[in-house]
């Protein structure tokens, strides 16, 4: 996380119409579509959102109970290629469960996720929100200005902005024509939750380059008050700048059926290294 945007050792990547490839047994090869920004060798944190996500979803699954709440923190760099994700069971319960997944990548923890799955029952007749609707996705127009980013991952979305966005706040939807793992179906949830992390990026406040500040985040906080459907992501994005080396991104996340939860990022705020 201390490297300028795109730059670092080249790592050759494989292809294909996923994120991922399955090895069996927990154990992925990541393709050039899950690369970073930040770093050409490492994963962008998006993807590997989704790929805990799917592991989470999959992990002796219960129908009376949805995932509501994922947490992850980021302990190191996520290495590009071949990793491993464990997955286990922190606290069971009846109507409350808490999972946890962990990436590994060469030999080192990379990034935990933990996630609270919550009972499920009808709430209808109480059923309310307070974040309001926002343009349709398909109504507003491509936007490229997601060009400055490099990296496999931000090349192969597609993008769509509402008027009004400015450095610091905007809405951008976006989506990805790939699947998270060759050869198996794509869940809503898991494709969503796979694009979540680029809110970081969609409205900064400083423009990322050589000569520029970085602001790489350090955890991923996702809450859901409904299970989210469809292919677009709709981001209602912030992003704020204290005066001592820290920030924050916060978002409200859309579907194209309206709000349905939140995100939380904590960012590390520090000028681009000098490269010698």
Request: charged share 20%.
């Amino acid at each position: 996380m201390t490297q300028a945007p795109g730059t670092g050792n080249e790592t050759r990547l494989a292809e294909g119409d996923f994120f991922y490839e399955s090895l069996g047994g927990g154990r992925y090869r990541s393709t050039v579509h899950a690369q970073g920004a930040w770093n050409a060798h490492e994963q962008h944190m998006a993807p590997a959102t989704g790929i805990l996500a799917h592991e989470l979803e999959r992990f002796r699954p219960r129908e009376d109970l949805r995932m509501a709440r994922v947490s992850l923190d980021i302990l190191g760099i996520i290495h590009a290629g071949e990793f491993e994700v464990r997955t286990s069971l922190v606290r069971p319960g009846r109507t409350i469960e808490l999972v946890e997944a962990e990436m590994v990548c060469q030999g080192r923890t990379a990034v935990i996720a933990r996630a609270w799955r919550l009972k499920t029952q009808d709430s209808s007749s109480v059923a309310a929100a307070e974040d309001h609707h926002v343009a349709h996705p398909e109504s507003l127009p491509p936007w490229d200005g997601m060009s400055p980013w490099p990296g496999g991952y931000i090349a192969q979305l597609d993008f769509r902005v509402e008027p009004g966005h400015r450095p610091g706040r905007g809405v951008v939807w976006l989506r990805s024509p790939h699947g998270m793992v060759g050869g198996v179906p794509t869940p809503d949830l898991v494709r969503l939750l796979g694009l979540v992390d680029t809110a970081n990026g969609v409205a900064p406040r400083v423009e990322p380059g050589p000569a520029s500040w970085m602001f790489p985040n350090v955890d991923l906080q996702i809450h859901m008050h409904r299970r989210p459907v469809g292919e677009w992501l709709g981001l209602q994005a912030q992003q704020t700048y204290g005066t001592d080396g820290i920030g924050l991104t916060s978002a409200v996340l859309h579907d194209v059926e309206g709000p349905f939860g939140r995100s939380e990022q904590i960012l590390t705020v520090r000028p681009m290294p000098t490269r010698g």
